[in-house]
């Protein structure tokens, strides 16, 4: 049985993507047989973070294919493949596979961008996942909102899943720098960045992070002593995790999904939109770098917890329940 992640073809940086990829990129080491699929892009594999992912190919490589690429199932054999698919494809895709006779989960990474009208009312999503197989979710905020928009959802098909946050050892010396990505919030985070340009000391600076690779982004996070996190409503959002495992303190938003790490004395909350409090918050945080007055023990600890929770072996260990539970059983039928 191939486990296939059928995903948009989006060189990007986007965090959805990469932990799809890093899925399959683990279901494999574990010894499972599992790809990613990018239906409207034959041999496209993302470039901007590193990863050993099996890529797989069309059936049918010189086939114009229609341009929204509705008959997914066509591609698919329903003995020998598993489909996982986002979310956000349920309405065009689900009752293709099901037509199809192909097993598949809903992998719900992005939650909140589900219309609670729309799951409501639109037999396509609803059909999708009254019939997935599985529904992987990456945060227990996502599964508790899963569980509001579809409460006649067997819960037993709700399978936990974590990203892996690949440990890399600063190699480089702290700077004096406060970095942050304002994609989800470009107001907030040019409001809070204009104001803390005014009242920063001169020894301190500030950098917004825009269209870099996963290597450079490590390496401003691995320079940075704080992270400024704009995440509007997220299913898990990554870049406050991978700077808190690079050594950054965090401040600000944790789109509600990171409710789950961000905990005091390494991560300091911000009420989404309070940008006189995010500004102020951040001031404070430099000062307590400054003199060090912060729980060093505490602060090393969080860090601890924080990589075994989202390490590979975690993610790998979540995986194999989904795989072994839900994956081969369907092989068997």
Same mark, same amino acid.
């Given at each position: 049985m191939e486990i296939v992640y059928v995903y948009p073809a989006t060189d990007t940086p986007v965090g959805g993507i990469k932990v799809a990829y890093r899925h399959a990129q683990s279901l494999t080491k574990a010894g499972f047989n599992a790809t990613v699929f990018h239906p409207r892009a034959?041999?496209?594999?993302?470039?901007?973070?590193?990863?050993?992912? +099996?890529i797989r190919r069309h059936k049918r490589q010189h086939r114009i294919f229609d341009r929204k690429y509705r008959d997914l199932g066509a591609e698919f054999d329903a003995s020998k493949d598993f489909l996982v698919i986002p979310e956000i494809w349920t309405p065009r895709y689900g009752e293709n596979l099901i037509n199809h006779g192909i097993r598949y989960a809903i992998f719900v990474q992005g939650g909140y961008l589900l219309d609670p009208e729309e799951c409501s009312k639109d037999r396509r999503i609803q059909l999708a996942f009254k019939n997935a197989s599985a529904v992987l979710v990456i945060s227990e905020d996502t599964s508790n909102l899963i569980k509001l928009l579809f409460p006649e959802l067997d819960s037993s098909k709700v399978f936990r899943v974590v990203p892996s946050i690949p440990y890399q050892p600063n190699p480089l010396q702290k700077d004096n720098l406060i970095s942050f990505v304002a994609r989800k919030a470009p107001h907030h985070a040019k409001m809070v960045e204009g104001i803390l340009k005014e009242r920063l000391p001169n020894k301190w600076s500030i950098l917004n992070i825009v269209n870099v690779n996963e290597r450079e982004m490590q390496n401003i996070l691995h320079r940075s002593k704080i992270f400024l996190s704009f995440g509007e409503l997220e299913g898990l959002s990554l870049p406050p995790l991978e =700077? =808190? +495992?690079s050594g950054a303190f965090v401040v600000g938003y944790t789109g509600q999904g990171g409710k789950e790490y961000f905990n005091m004395p390494l991560f300091s909350e911000v009420e989404f939109g309070n940008i006189q409090d995010f500004v102020r918050s951040t +001031?404070?945080?430099?000062?307590n770098i400054e003199s060090l007055n912060f729980p060093h023990r505490t602060v090393e600890q969080q860090i601890r917890n924080l990589r075994q929770r989202y390490s590979e072996e975690n993610e790998s260990r979540l995986l194999k329940i989904f795989a072994s539970e839900v994956v081969n059983r369907a092989g068997e039928n």
């Open positions: 034959p041999g496209f594999s993302c470039t901007w973070f590193d990863h050993s992912t +099996l =700077a =808190a +495992l +001031l404070n945080m430099v000062d």
